[in-house]
């Protein structure tokens, strides 16, 4: 199975900025779509970035302008500017494709904590 570990998260002002990063590791043969996610306390997990084939992302409205979903391989980034204190939530990292011998995978992160805060 196909691992993903993040990293990244933390404190922060509002206002202000944080990168997360996504390391998959396993033997992947390759990767159709990766994306970010984010939960609140009582609140559904809700997608916030997705890309695929390394080109085509879309974006929750939500973070529309402030956050960029960005992948190299087999790490995945979301930049995350302007921070507000409505972001603070879980992140997850997800990503789906195939590994060797063609069988698909989908895989979750255990996710980091962002926490925007003054």
Known sequence: QVQLVE???GLVQPGGSLRLSCVASGNIDSINTVGWYRQAPGEQRDRVAMLTRETNAHYADFVKGRFTISRENAKVYLQMNDLK????AVYYCHADGLIQGLSHFDSWGRGTQVTVSS
């Open 7 to 9: 990293s990244g998260g």
């Open 85 to 88: 204190p409505e972001d603070t």
